[in-house]
């Protein structure tokens, strides 16, 4: 529970540490709102969610959204890509960088637009992982120097496609994965006549840290071993081909948290780069993969959340670890290439929903004055309010209270008290639990059986939203994401709560969240207000949460609009899109069902109906045009 006494915005911040992982980009103003700053260079510009939300409102669109700034977006291109530029002319590093993005971290046709756009200046190109994504790249203009990074599983028409985009002009390089797929690859670019660019990923010795570690070693899904590298170079060369051999690949896992594990991959990768270029084959690029982290907890750790370095760190050891070894080696700096997505779109998008409830265990009341005639249970347990003020010892109250409510339970079973006696028990017991929580407060020491207080007492603040949607990975992998409320933060919140979504499903539910001390299971919030609207954000949702939901209960992809910042508008912001989120008719489709169909067959219902007598014509079309109407109509809840 927040301290007691003034409050203040810096309480605030302290509590919910939206500088620690806002990247510079998000910050509570003095108004208690929380702020976006999404222009790197132009500090003075301010946007507030208030006025975001309250926009939002009139233009008629429904919550929950999702929020994209495409500024910090934008500035997120600028920054990789002009960090790692000022770090090789430090170094006096001979070699270029041309990165790429992923698109698998996140599809949606404007991130990449925006993407493509902001890398122009840098030839910052595009790196697909499946058929589709090759067939979506290569309808991207892309600069003619950038490159394209094909990965993945390959068949032959992900291989022709990858030629076709060789016979357009594009810098296409197609990493193999399996020597099955070089096979292939050299099959076709004979019978075509064309020449590919050749990629060939190494499965590293060296691990990553974090969930996935896994993504190297001998047990990795993806690479060759050093043999097979070897075996596949010579191939190349048996076949004419050994000139397009042109980039090394490996990759270590996403999210790296530990900085060493960085170091380690790129002595490792450079070492067999230049071994490679003692046995003749003259490659022009390393690509160090992904893994560029992303600071979710604000605790600048190891965590599976985190990460101990920032953005400059990361690119030195890039740089200057592959230029040590090339120096040592005395071979020629390659041209580097990296695969951050997390680290590009992460902070750029948010989702923004309502509490539309609160949910309680101790809501309920019932009348306790003791009664003629009642269970000895009831005495027992209204006594021990009486002794809290009294007794030292919390323990023994908890104990005994603890001790007659699973009594109470037992006798109302066995039908030795009534009904109302049970109630009168729980509400009892509530009330105890509530007195015993503050009083705790007050000691240096918590016994373990008390330390749950907190957590069973809190409330569950039910959000519009899905979790299984919006935030895939808070449930499938427990990523950590930053909530914190969009207003009020001026003012102290007193109510601890987890979060329930809308879904009818128990699993539905965030109760891990980043504050001052850690990962806390609840998130101090304000109370809500009658008649007010109360806004939370969960943040860096960019990265995968927006492309990964399913159809849980059937809750569609959210309304999102996007936001630009402009000096010249007074609120420092304009909304440039609006992208509506699905319909009911549009999940149903997806199921395979038919809206149209459906709609008929109701009406046919209500006809009869009608015709029986049960309704009244003018009713009868009322209901209809309602039913329609819903299908049309988003799928979450209506709030205003």
């Not at 041309?98 to 698109?103: E, F, N």
């Not at 001790?403 to 509530?430: C, G, P």
Request: glycine share 8%; charged share 25%; aromatic share 8%.
């Amino acid at each position: 529970m927040p301290k007691r006494g003034k409050w203040s915005v810096e309480d605030a911040e302290k509590l919910y540490g939206v500088k620690r992982w806002g990247g510079g980009y998000f910050e509570i103003g003095p108004n208690g709102n929380l702020h976006v700053t999404p222009d790197a260079h132009n500090e003075e510009m301010r946007i507030d969610f208030k006025d975001v939300i309250a926009e939002i409102k009139e233009e008629g669109i429904q919550f929950p959204v999702v929020l994209r700034f495409h500024d910090i977006l934008r500035s997120q291109v600028a920054l990789l890509n002009e960090t790692f530029v000022k770090t090789i002319e430090e170094a006096e590093y001979q070699g270029q960088y041309r990165g790429v993005y992923p698109v698998k971290v996140n599809q949606m046709r404007e991130v990449v637009e925006e993407i493509v756009d902001a890398g122009e200046k840098f030839s910052y190109g595009l790196e697909a992982g499946s058929k589709a994504e090759l067939l979506t790249v290569l309808a991207f203009n892309t600069p003619p120097d950038s490159l394209t990074i094909l990965n993945g599983y390959k068949d032959e028409e992900f291989i022709r496609l990858s030629l076709l985009a060789r016979k357009l002009g594009r810098k296409v390089v197609v990493v193999i994965e399996k020597f099955s797929e070089l096979i292939m690859l050299v099959k076709w670019s004979k019978e075509l006549d064309i020449e590919p660019i050749i990629g060939l990923r190494s499965k590293m010795t060296v691990k990553g840290r974090g969930k996935w570690e896994g993504s190297a070693g001998d047990r990795a899904k993806f690479g060759l071993t050093i043999t097979e590298i070897i075996n596949a170079a010579r191939y190349l060369e048996e076949q004419g081909l050994g000139h397009c051999f042109k980039l090394l690949h490996f990759h270590i896992g996403s999210q790296l948290t530990d900085i060493r594990a960085v170091k380690e991959a790129i002595n490792e990768g450079a070492m067999i780069y230049a071994e490679l270029h003692h046995m003749g084959f003259k490659l022009d690029y390393v690509d160090v993969g992904g893994g560029l982290g992303i600071d979710y907890d604000g605790s600048k750790s190891t965590n599976d959340s985190s990460m101990n370095y920032n953005i400059e760190e990361y690119v030195a050891d890039v740089v200057f670890g592959m230029k040590e070894v090339c120096d040592l080696e005395k071979v020629p700096h390659p041209t580097l290439v990296s695969e951050s997505g997390r680290a590009i779109t992460a902070h750029h998008s948010c989702v923004v929903a309502e509490i539309v409830g609160e949910i309680r265990a101790n809501s309920a009341q019932m009348d306790t004055q003791k009664v003629d005639g009642e269970h000895v249970l009831v005495t027992n347990m209204r006594q021990l309010i009486d002794d809290i003020e009294h007794k030292e010892n919390l323990q023994e109250i908890f104990n005994d209270a603890s001790q007659y409510k699973e009594q109470a339970a037992d006798a109302f079973k066995l039908r030795v008290i009534s009904l109302e006696e049970l109630a009168k028990i729980e509400t009892l017991y509530w009330q105890i639990m509530v007195e015993l929580q503050a009083g705790i407060q007050r000691q240096d020491f918590i016994p373990e059986d008390m330390q749950e207080l907190d957590f069973n007492l809190s409330s569950q603040y039910l959000c519009n939203f899905s979790v299984f949607q919006s935030a895939a990975d808070t449930w499938a992998i427990d990523q950590v994401l930053p909530i914190v409320p969009l207003s009020r933060m001026n003012e102290k919140p007193t109510v601890n709560c987890s979060l329930v979504d809308i879904t009818c499903d128990s699993d539905g539910k965030i109760d891990k969240f980043v504050l001052e001390k850690g990962i806390s299971d609840v998130l101090p919030m304000h109370s809500l207000n009658k008649d007010e609207e109360y806004h939370l954000g969960m943040f860096l949702t960019g990265a995968y949460q927006d492309v990964m939901g399913d159809m849980h209960n059937l809750f569609g992809r959210l309304n999102e609009v996007h936001i630009f910042s402009h000096d010249d508008d007074p609120l420092d912001f304009y909304i440039e899109e609006v992208v509506t989120g699905s319909s009911v008719d549009d999940v149903l489709s997806i199921m395979q069902y038919h809206p149209k169909s459906m709609a008929r067959e109701v009406k046919k219902l209500i006809d009869a109906n009608i015709a029986s007598g049960g309704m009244r014509p003018r009713e009868g079309v009322k209901w209809t045009d309602f039913y329609e109407d819903c299908l049309k109509g988003y799928t979450y809840l209506k709030t205003s």
